[in-house]
Nanobody, 122 residues
């Protein structure tokens, strides 16, 4: 499956941003999906994950209560709604996909998008 992330940009502290990730090439509902991020000089960090059918989602403690993951299987699209943004949320955000759930949790997902830059100014 090919993944194309978009929606990044520059936003002020406390602002909001919506990311999207469009999947193509294979049946979207075959995949559990996730979001990761990588800040300059840091390792890639898990943000959250969502079941293939959207019925369950999981979040890293750093974003819990501020970020929301959703998916529209009819549109083959994964979303990340980010609110109350902080400067430490600045990173390149990546979407990821795997037919098994645990690789989405631990960073070993099979498929990755190209990333979209999110910058939160203070």
């Amino acid at each position: 499956v090919q993944l194309q992330a978009s929606g990044g940009g520059v936003v002020q502290t406390g602002g909001s941003l919506n990311l999207s990730c469009v999947a193509s090439g294979q049946r979207f509902t075959d995949f559990h999906m996730g979001w990761y991020r990588q800040a300059p000089g840091k390792e890639r960090e898990y943000v959250g994950a969502i079941y293939w059918n959207g019925q369950k989602s999981y979040y890293a403690d750093a974003v819990k209560g501020r970020f929301a993951i959703s998916r529209d299987n009819a549109k083959n699209t994964l979303y990340l709604r980010m609110t109350s943004l902080k400067p430490e949320d600045t990173a390149v955000y990546y979407c990821a996909a795997d037919m098994n759930l645990y690789p989405v949790f631990d960073g070993r997902a099979t498929y990755w998008g190209q990333g979209t830059q999110v910058t939160v100014s203070s």
